[in-house]
């Protein structure tokens, strides 16, 4: 009798650690200033922070989260942190001066790890759960070194957020394959 009700319970335990993670999209682009950039790395071992935006009303917002990122994470050795600026919805014609515009906005110091992306869009907004009713909020992930996503949010930068995606960096540093979602 007691089996019989934990039967279902045990089988969804069965689904759910079976189902993959989700993961993000290929990256094989060049940064602001002309390096290549390839996420995952083929070769890595950091956890990835990844600060996304899909709408020109969302740069004022990553760049609250993005001042905070490097100043804490560009030198950390557990960690390898980038902007992404999702242009494949733009047309290809402004994509010129949207990108003179970046360079001349972004401080050089930050050039290598802002990388503006063409392609991959919806795959980007299933990643990191895109809501049409969030359209230019930052959408911040911490992937394994592989690119699971192990951790998420989006939104304007708060401390509390901010707080949150520090303390889930310190727990994955640990346990890089342990989602904290």
């Not at 290929?26 to 290549?36: E, G």
């Not at 020109?56 to 980038?82: E, F, I, N, Q």
Request: net charge neutral; proline share 9%.
């Amino acid at each position: 009798m007691k089996l019989r009700f934990l039967l279902p319970f045990f089988l969804l335990g069965l689904l759910t650690a079976s189902t993959p993670a989700q993961s993000i999209p290929p990256v094989n682009a060049k940064a602001l200033d002309d390096s290549q950039v390839i996420l995952p790395p083929p070769t890595g071992h950091q956890l990835l922070i990844l600060l996304i935006g899909f709408s020109h009303k969302s740069g004022d917002a990553c760049g609250s989260w993005a001042m905070r990122l490097v100043a804490d994470y560009t030198s950390d050795p557990h960690t390898a942190y980038y902007q992404l600026a999702e242009l494949q919805s733009a047309p290809s014609f402004v994509r010129g001066m949207i990108l003179h515009g970046m360079r001349k906005d972004v401080p050089a110091a930050q050039h290598s790890r802002f990388v503006p992306l063409y392609d991959h869009e919806p795959e980007w907004k299933k990643a990191v759960n895109f809501t049409t009713s969030a359209p230019d909020d930052p959408y911040i992930v911490v992937t394994a070194p592989g690119g699971d996503i192990l951790w998420q949010t989006h939104g304007s930068f708060t401390d509390s957020s901010y707080s949150d995606l520090k303390s889930a960096v310190a727990k994955l540093a640990v346990n890089p394959t342990k989602s904290q979602f």
